[in-house]
């Protein structure tokens, strides 16, 4: 059951402020369903792999490996033995039930990398507006994976999603 759901923009703000800035250690996220992301939390109490994780949302192994490695790259998940499993963020936050505590700890872990945080900043900057050559600009310059202009213009569908649903998370002031 849900729980209190008030975060303000200004907590976002103040998330994204305190954002250690990391850089990538990991392959930048190909996963544009945030939602479908974190539904796969409950899905991985068991480890699984690719495969596995394809067949439970009925597509194919590459997709699979794309979202078990978005759920890595937020710190949810690691890979053993070719397997995900939660890490033990992952489980806590599987554990939550949809409230403020668990969104603030998922907009933390997005806006906790250089990428999503510089991306964020700026779309705030353009009243909400996204800058596709500036979203490509900082992929190119910062996701470690992203190192053509075609990669970076596929990415940044995956930036728009998720910091779209983190500006939707925040309610109004």
């Given at each position: 059951m849900d729980q209190s759901l008030a975060i303000t923009l200004e907590n976002v703000k103040q998330?994204?402020?305190?954002?250690?800035?990391?850089?990538?250690?990991?392959?930048?996220?190909?996963?544009?369903?945030?939602t479908r992301v974190l539904d796969m939390l409950q899905h991985l109490r068991t480890p699984k792999d690719k495969f596995e994780l394809g067949s439970d949302y009925q597509f194919n192994e590459r997709q699979g490996d794309y979202y078990g490695n978005a759920l890595r790259y937020l710190g949810f998940a690691s890979k053993v033995e070719r397997k995900f499993e939660l890490t033990k963020l992952g489980k806590y936050v599987a554990d939550l039930p949809n409230s403020d505590n668990r969104n603030k700890i998922i907009i933390k872990q997005i806006l906790s990398t250089k990428c999503f945080n510089l991306i964020f900043v700026n779309t705030l900057h353009n009243g909400g507006e996204f800058d596709n050559d500036y979203?490509?600009?900082?992929?190119?310059?910062?996701?470690?994976?992203?190192?053509?202009?075609?990669?970076?213009?596929?990415?940044?569908?995956?930036?728009?999603?998720?910091?779209?649903?983190?500006?939707?998370?925040?309610?109004?002031?």
């Amino acid at each position: 059951m849900d729980q209190s759901l008030a975060i303000t923009l200004e907590n976002v703000k103040q998330i994204s402020k305190d954002s250690p800035n990391l850089k990538d250690t990991i392959t930048f996220p190909q996963a544009d369903s945030l939602t479908r992301v974190l539904d796969m939390l409950q899905h991985l109490r068991t480890p699984k792999d690719k495969f596995e994780l394809g067949s439970d949302y009925q597509f194919n192994e590459r997709q699979g490996d794309y979202y078990g490695n978005a759920l890595r790259y937020l710190g949810f998940a690691s890979k053993v033995e070719r397997k995900f499993e939660l890490t033990k963020l992952g489980k806590y936050v599987a554990d939550l039930p949809n409230s403020d505590n668990r969104n603030k700890i998922i907009i933390k872990q997005i806006l906790s990398t250089k990428c999503f945080n510089l991306i964020f900043v700026n779309t705030l900057h353009n009243g909400g507006e996204f800058d596709n050559d500036y979203i490509d600009h900082v992929l190119l310059d910062n996701a470690m994976s992203v190192r053509s202009s075609t990669t970076a213009k596929r990415r940044r569908s995956t930036v728009k999603n998720w910091l779209n649903w983190v500006l939707s998370t925040a309610t109004a002031e």
